[in-house]
């Protein structure tokens, strides 16, 4: 036990990562925290703002992990630690104002043990211990990276998990030294060619989106710059992001794989691709995921980026959003655009999918526990039973009542609307029709626009209400 109060155990002698060589992530069952080391989300902020200058390089840092565990314990094992050549994310909201994720990285400062960075983000590896194959014993693991900016001094990076019911709590913990020679500045990849869709900020000024293909190959070169123009416009065209313009950079990577298509498991389809995504994640028929998530990382760091879609030379519907990792869509699909749209309103937004009529692969009661508020802004559980448990009630008018009844007379008001996050009973949606709710040809509801327009104005810097 470390005077951190997380297990972690060093592999190798000082000298890898300056601090430790490899570090291995054990037991979920944290120690309680020693002090300066506080994992609430609730704690108040460091009294005085962090200023970026002040700890932190203009270039990122990228922490490759392994997540690993069943349906009851989980561990994270380092990979590998990157610079890479620009941090485009916020250099104003530096501790993190939203408090969205199933989980969050937070970086202090390892002298003085202030913290300088957090982050909220979710996993992929969270919705799998909800599947039966979870509970059998199985265990797998899956790749993840956390980015922030590069310090100027050694740090402790901590990833904490988020309670149900409760609060987060510590995981683990690692030191990083930014002057050690064993930060990885390769750059696989390095041929691809950047493209530009549309927009003139700069990082620091803008919500930088990229667009990685998948399943093009050299034979479908004109197909994906059409597809890049094409869905790039879609996105920029579309509120809230169409009046946020001025504040969005566009771009795309022609990227290629060796076959076309995506593999398709239960078709007996298999392709190789530069991404290895796949339809059936989970059995399920329709999710479509990113497999080789670390060779995503490397081939958008060519670029700068907040957020990324995955794009997939496909006809199919399908697709996946995962907050703060990435969002996947099909692009020769009746509803491309809707699936481009809603996707990324998980992986951006962090919006919780409104529906509650089709069947997913993990347990609805695992992913939203009975009595539990979820951390989406576009759900909740109401659980006082009235408007004043509500996250959006300064949107709701006086004169409509909650719950809200699904009457036409409701249909165009913002309220709390039963059936959502997969449950037709105990969650709430915030508008009778939005984007998360179905695909047809509606808008985002107006809670939803909100969020979105708050993590554009939070990626370029500026207040986050106007």
């Known amino acids: 036990m470390t005077r951190f109060g997380f297990v972690w155990r060093a592999l190798a002698a000082v000298g890898a990562l300056g601090l430790s060589a490899t570090v291995a992530a054990h037991a979920l069952e944290p120690a309680a925290p020693s002090p300066g080391t506080a994992a609430s989300s609730t704690a108040a902020a460091p009294a005085l703002p962090v200023v970026y200058d002040d700890w932190f390089t203009s270039e990122a840092l990228r922490v490759d992990l392994f997540h690993v565990g069943t349906d009851q314990e989980n561990s994270y094992a380092l990979d590998e630690v990157v610079a890479e050549p620009v941090w485009p994310g916020t250099r ?5 104002p939203f408090g969205y994720g199933t989980w969050r990285v937070r970086v202090t400062d390892l002298a003085s043990g202030r913290e300088i960075f957090r982050q909220g983000y979710a996993t992929l590896f969270d919705e799998w211990t909800g599947t039966d194959e979870a509970r059998t014993g199985i265990r ?8 922030f900016p590069m310090p100027k001094k050694a740090v402790l990076v901590h990833l904490d998990r988020r309670v149900p019911g409760a609060d987060f709590r510590p995981v683990v ?11 990885s500045r390769a750059r696989p990849f390095g041929d691809l060619q950047v493209v530009d869709l549309g927009g003139e900020a700069a990082p620091d000024k803008a919500m930088d989106v990229l667009i990685v293909p998948e399943g093009y190959a050299p034979s479908d070169a004109d197909k994906l710059r059409a597809d890049l123009k094409r869905f ?10 169409k009046s946020n313009r001025a504040r969005i950079h566009m771009r795309g990577i022609l990227a290629w794989s060796r ?27 329709r999710y479509l995921t990113v497999q080789h998530t670390k060779r995503l990382r490397q081939i958008a760091s060519l670029a700068p980026y907040d957020t990324l879609f995955v794009m997939v030379n496909s006809s199919r519907y399908g697709g996946g959003g995962i907050y703060n990792q990435w ?20 992986h951006m937004g962090a919006l919780g999918d409104e529906y509650y009529t089709s069947a997913v692969a993990s347990d609805e009661d695992a992913m939203y526990p009975p009595g539990t508020e979820p951390w989406e802004p576009n759900l909740t559980a109401l659980l006082d039973g009235t408007r004043n448990s509500a996250k959006w009630r300064d949107l709701i008018a006086p004169s409509t009542p909650v719950p809200t009844p699904d009457e036409p007379k409701y249909a165009a008001v913002v309220g709390a609307f039963e059936g959502a996050g997969y449950k037709a009973k105990g969650l709430f949606r915030p508008q009778h029709d939005c984007k998360m709710f179905h695909k047809g040809l509606v808008e985002f509801c107006a ?20």
């Open 92 to 96: 104003r909201y530096l501790i993190d």
């Open 140 to 147: 797998r693991s899956m790749s993840e990276s956390v980015r």
């Open 173 to 183: 913990s690692f030191p990083i030294d930014p002057s050690s020679y064993m930060i």
């Open 232 to 241: 790039a416009r879609v996105f920029l065209d579309y509120e809230p992001w």
């Open 259 to 285: 076959e076309s298509g995506v593999s398709e498991p239960r078709k007996g389809i298999y392709r190789d691709t530069v991404l290895g995504s796949t339809f059936n994640t989970f059995d399920s028929a």
């Open 327 to 346: 969002s996947v869509f099909t692009s020769d699909n009746e509803y491309d655009d809707y699936l481009m749209l809603h996707e990324y309103g998980h």
């Open 447 to 466: 809670v939803c626009s909100r969020s979105l327009e708050r993590m554009v104005r939070y990626y370029s810097n500026e207040d986050l209400t106007p």
